[in-house]
């Protein structure tokens, strides 16, 4: 990971030593690969109050990509929806099975985006519930 480049009055020249075991400093290594960060950052953010995010992994980027894919397909369907006359929208819309599948279809859709939004907002990792949810609607 390349060094993050300082102001000359923020240069980082005091040390504070402590000793570990070695599967301690393995952990610490493999947080800190996971958050992005080199473990003298992980440290120094833990140390001061920080909760570094962690990055997502491999499955996790998959899957919002797959989000992203979803996100994409609402904007299509908005975009067809507003092409549309507004009688002939009136008339889909007015069909009660047709909006009751709709809305069972768009149901998974628009929680697991809440879902990952609010993941996001609060840590910055995929949670287990929004990881199954966008399984099921890869399916």
């Known amino acids: 990971m390349p060094r993050k480049k300082l102001p000359l009055g923020e240069l ?5 030593t402590t000793k570990i075991t070695p599967a301690e400093r393995l952990h610490i290594q493999e ?8 473990p ?7 140390a001061i109050g920080y909760e ?3 990055a997502l ?9 797959n989000l ?5 397909d609402i904007v299509n369907y908005a975009n ?5 006359q507004r009688e002939q929208r009136m008339a889909m819309f007015n069909r009660v099975p047709f909006m009751l599948e709709w809305y069972k279809q768009i149901i998974p859709v628009t929680n697991a985006v809440n879902d990952f939004i609010n993941s996001v907002v609060s840590g910055g990792r995929i949670q287990k519930r929004t990881i199954t949810n966008l399984r099921k609607l890869n399916k």
């Open 40 to 46: 003298s950052e992980y440290i120094r953010q833990r």
């Open 80 to 84: 067809a929806l507003a092409g549309m």
């Open 52 to 54: 570094p995010a962690s």
């Open 68 to 72: 992203d894919n979803c996100r994409v």
């Open 31 to 38: 947080t800190a690969r996971k958050c992005g960060l080199t």
């Open 57 to 65: 992994t491999p499955e996790e980027t998959e899957l919002l990509h």
């Open 12 to 16: 980082r020249t005091a040390t504070i």
